[in-house]
């Protein structure tokens, strides 16, 4: 089976149909998303979060996201595989191509995603020139976690014309979708209407083209904060404690194995 591509991905905005996005961490969440059938599966490096365990995504290195993204690439078929740079290492353009190229070539993955404004359009567009998809990420950047706090983005006028100007600069550069985190809804709403480029919201309302989450969010494995815009669809946490806890009552009390 074909992988989705940008194409695909265009022509789902073009058709007015909404774009899923879910983050995935290895082949077992490759595997289990593709077969649900999400549009694209985001390599996310909130992985440093929901895996690793780490306060924040800046300690994740290139070799965290290119082990990660090779798994989720060969657990899945058919979505489109989207893999985040992290923190650092797309300062210069130099950078930017050098890394975006391992991502692409050591892992399988077909696109890659950087966090930043206008600043980094012109490292967008030096990746693109090299032939790999970018899809950029303002409002809430993680990245910059000890700059923005974690704050709703775009509140006050001078931010809202900064983040339109951020769009628009991002989508020049060659950016094929771009993600709006944490945003004023309004704003959000205007960005995509402004926009060509599909717009993916996380936390930033109904009026985006596609829709963003961390999958330990909705599934209710992570024990720590959860975002209060997350739709929790299941509690796995408590049904792994659960399963783990009668497993190790059956060994202890030898109910298991019977022989
Ligand atoms: O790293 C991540 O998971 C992300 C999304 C939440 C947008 O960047």
Known sequence: MKRNTIRTIKKLKEDGEKITVLTGYDYMWGNCLDNAGVDIILVGDSLGNTVLGYDTTCPVTMEDMIRHSAAVVRGSEKALILI?????????????????????????????????????????RKIVENGIPVCA?????????????????????????????????????????IVLEKMDFDLAAEITDMLDIPTIG??????????????????????????????????????????AKAYIDDVKGNVYPEK
Not at 97 to 124: D, S, Y
Not at 143 to 152: A, D, K, L
Not at 235 to 243: D, P, S, T, V
């Open 137 to 177: 990420h303002i409002g809430l950047r993680p990245q910059s976690v000890n700059i923005q706090g974690y704050n709703t983005q775009g509140i006050d006028y001078i931010d809202k014309i900064k983040l339109k100007e951020d769009a628009l600069a991002l989508q020049d550069a060659g950016a094929f979708m």
């Open 202 to 243: 996380i936390g930033s309302g109904q009026r985006c083209d596609g829709q963003v989450l961390v999958i330990h969010d909705i599934l209710g494995l992570f024990d720590k904060f959860v975002p209060p815009f997350v739709k929790q669809y299941a509690n796995l946490r408590g049904e792994i404690i659960k399963a």
């Open 84 to 124: 985040d740079m992290p923190f650092m290492s797309y300062v210069t353009s130099e950078d930017a191509v050098k890394n975006a190229g391992r991502l692409i070539a050591e892992t399988g993955g077909q696109a890659v995603k950087l966090e930043g404004g206008l600043e980094f359009a012109p490292m967008v």
